[in-house]
């Protein structure tokens, strides 16, 4: 059985479900729309069986901690996702979350609330910052696991209003593509 290829991102409100189905969309992927939570709802072992399930390639899956310290719902189904032998994770989408005391996570690159691909990090609000690093409640765990690409971003509901749905949600859709784009994803 050939390794399914899965892109996480790390939010799952109602606002970020809604842009993230788009964007998955937008590049022929296939969102696991019940991964989405506020907390994540579904364990990892749940959300591997519907990956295992989807359709077709790339699998976007939506995991989220609702701020939660330590190692919450959406770190602990990344964690085993990211483990399954049988998934393949191309890269995470970084929701960040302007923690305040946070140790941040480094970041290969963002996409600015202007849809500009950026070294370094951006804030909640889309913003690039100073330094590489991005802040956010479900990305500790990602220290320790071995990902290809990371991708920053704000957050979908808060970026002046240029990720909006209607608009095709064209900056989570960005942010999908330069995951695809630095993975080397073909179909």
Known sequence: MEKRKVILVTDGDSVAMEAVQVAARNIGGRCISASAGNPTLLTGEELVELIKQADHDPV???VD??????????EMAMKIIAEDENIDVLGVVAVSSNGKDCNGLKVDCSITKDGTVVDGAVDKYGNKLKKDKICGDTLS???GMKVPVIVGMGDPGKMDFNDEIMKGAPITTKALKEILKRSGYSR
């Not at 901690?65 to 959406?74: A, E, L, M, Q, V």
């Open 60 to 62: 976007v899956v939506m």
């Open 65 to 74: 901690d609702r701020g939660k310290k330590g190692i919450g719902p959406g």
């Open 141 to 143: 765990v990602l220290r």
